[in-house]
Nanobody
Framework: PLVESGGGLVQPGGSLRLSCDASGFRFSDYTANWYRQVPGQERELVAKITSRFATNYADSVLGRFTISRDNAQKTLYLQMSSLKLEDTAVYYC???????????WGQGIQVTVSS
């Protein structure tokens, strides 16, 4: 399974770093993504990093969030800075195989931005 960690409560303007343990996977074969979901809304893609380390971000987080990966440690990261109230959501780690249609999801972790 994928296991997220690092979520919690933070004040506006603060920072958090999410981690996703992908030790059960051939991690380097996957594109890795962070999604988030607010109750009543669709899950949205926040950031993506391919096996070749190409990255893409949602416009709403561009310049504030940084996605990275450590293939040796089989870990995905999301560094979140300048957090806003609207970043409050459950954040999910996702892997997409670059060779098959296989995809895997973490259980999600809550990030709450509040004063």
């Amino acid at each position: 399974p994928l296991v997220e960690s690092g979520g919690g409560l933070v004040q506006p303007g603060g920072s958090l770093r999410l981690s996703c343990d992908a030790s059960g996977f051939r991690f380097s074969d996957y594109t890795a993504n962070w999604y988030r979901q607010v109750p009543g809304q669709e899950r949205e893609l926040v950031a993506k990093i391919t096996s070749r380390f190409a990255t893409n971000y949602a416009d709403s987080v561009l310049g504030r969030f940084t996605i990275s990966r450590d293939n040796a440690q089989k870990t995905l990261y999301l560094q979140m800075s300048s957090l806003k109230l609207e970043d409050t959501a459950v954040y999910y780690c996702n892997l997409e195989s670059e060779y098959t249609y296989y995809t895997a999801w973490g259980q999600g972790i809550q990030v709450t931005v509040s004063s």
